[in-house]
């Protein structure tokens, strides 16, 4: 069962192995193998000659999409306060189903303001899953809906608060950058009502 995952964007062309350069045009293939979706990623022209012509009706298909590879960006500071992004990377990382509510939060959260974009809605045995990606980096993320209902509100709102402003750890190091944690409860009371409301009203 998949709860949910991050995969990179790969470096470069799994047809011919040729790397990415900075700034070309690379094309995407997601497809349901069951036990876990598989992206591909492939250089232009890998993508006209073996996929443009019937991509879509290879077995397993989900969705295909193009972007532009940004080259990785060297590391400067590894010391990084805790945001909505890292903390949502923990989280996938821990693959622990008590935080499947305030994975899709934050996700939502990052949804509105432009750090992820919906690609895809899909809907599996254990319900619907939504697949960002990152525009940035060109990563998948794959994010259960927890079909939040009202009641649920108050401790989902209360467990993702405390996670931004105090990490796994509780240790003040960890913290959110203040302006973060300070609008946190209103965002995730916004993103969580309207979550449960569409749930409620069968909007799915």
Known sequence: MIDWNIQSR?????ACGRGFSDK??????????RAAFRRIDVCQSCWQTQYSEG????KGFVSYWHGVYEAP???????????AESLLRKIIELNDRQYIPAAYILAVMLERKR???????????????????HPKTGEIFTIVDPNLQLN?????QHDVAALLEHGFGGAASSAAPASEAMSAGDQIASVA?????????GEV
Do not use: M, W
Request: glycine fraction near 2%; aromatic fraction near 6%; charge should be negative.
């Open 152 to 156: 649920q509100l108050e401790a989902v």
């Open 115 to 133: 750090v992820l974009k919906v690609k895809e809605q899909l809907v599996r045995d254990e319900g619907r899953i939504f697949v960002y990606e």
């Open 73 to 83: 960006a060297p590391q400067s500071d590894p010391i990084q306060k805790e945001t």
């Open 24 to 33: 070309e045009t690379y094309h995407t293939l997601l497809f349901d193998e």
């Open 10 to 14: 790969a470096h470069a062309c799994e």
């Open 193 to 201: 009502t309207q979550s449960a409301r569409r749930v409620e009203s």
């Open 55 to 58: 991509a879509r009706e290879r």
